[in-house]
């Protein structure tokens, strides 16, 4: 049997677009250098590639480097390709329009919320943020809900390891308390987020099926004039059913 190929150029090159997308102050030659335990050469070589086919743009004046345009498209393009969004989008316009609030999709990567879509509310005053960004998972009724999901060992393990972090004056942070909670979220199959994450704002997020160990959610989310608790059992009812909708139309295109 012939040898797996390497290539640790590219290899390379792939932590070194992981390393920058972390962070959006941008990483020097330096710091990539440190944090691969590579030399400064090598680091510079291959930036000075990717830079190239616009992976990565430099700026002049800080010398660091942040993602390019080219990422950009090519993440654009993977969205639109991924099954998962594909389904879910007129479920969530319909949840929106439901709702009346921004609806967010996103799945579980690497210990980080990442949003996949998004359909905004028509309102002008709105929750909002754009696909591919990252959250803490501790953050709201989706880090609860994923939590949840993620087995009881592995969700101790991580909260203890993590801790939970006081976003608001209304966020859980006694690990037994929280660990109470999303056992609820486990037995329900949905969360509630009540300004623990941001103040003024609340959320409603419910898991979806999927196959295999992906972890993918639906929630809604708006300010607390608006999602009042008059009308969250309304809201907490179109949110699973939506997810449950997902869900269905995921299975029936295996």
């Known amino acids: 049997m012939s040898e797996r190929y390497q290539a640790p150029s590219v290899k390379k090159a792939f932590q070194i677009l992981g390393l920058v997308s972390d962070t959006d102050r941008g990483l020097g030659i ?8 590579i030399s400064k050469s090598t680091v510079h070589g291959i930036t000075s590639a990717l830079e190239e086919i616009g992976a990565v743009i430099r700026n002049p004046l800080t010398k660091r480097y942040n993602l390019g345009y080219t990422i950009v498209e090519l993440g654009k393009k993977g969205f639109s390709r991924i099954p998962l969004r594909e389904v879910s989008k007129r479920h969530m316009e319909a949840l929106m329009v439901e709702t009346g609030e921004t609806v967010f ?19 002008e005053l709105k929750i909002t943020s754009p696909s591919g960004t990252k959250i803490p998972l501790t953050a709201g009724a989706t880090g609860k809900l ?30 037994e308390r929280y660990l109470n909670e999303i056992k609820e979220v486990r037995k329900k199959g949905f969360a509630i987020d009540r300004e623990e994450y941001l103040q003024g704002v609340k959320a409603v997020a419910a898991i979806i099926k999927t196959e295999g160990p992906l972890l993918a959610a639906i929630w809604v989310v708006g300010f607390s004039s608006s999602l009042t608790e008059d009308n969250m059992q309304y809201v907490v009812e179109r949110t699973f059913k939506a997810a449950d909708a997902i869900s269905r139309d995921l299975k029936s295109r295996e």
């Open 30 to 37: 330096s710091e990539l250098a440190k944090s691969l335990g």
């Open 146 to 175: 994923f939590l949840a999901y993620m087995g009881e060992r592995k969700t101790l393990r991580y909260l203890t390891t993590k801790g939970l972090v006081k976003y608001t004056e209304n966020t859980i942070t006694d690990i």
């Open 105 to 123: 999709l996103g799945i579980l990567k690497d210990d980080h919320i990442f949003i996949l879509d998004v359909v905004e509310s028509n309102k």
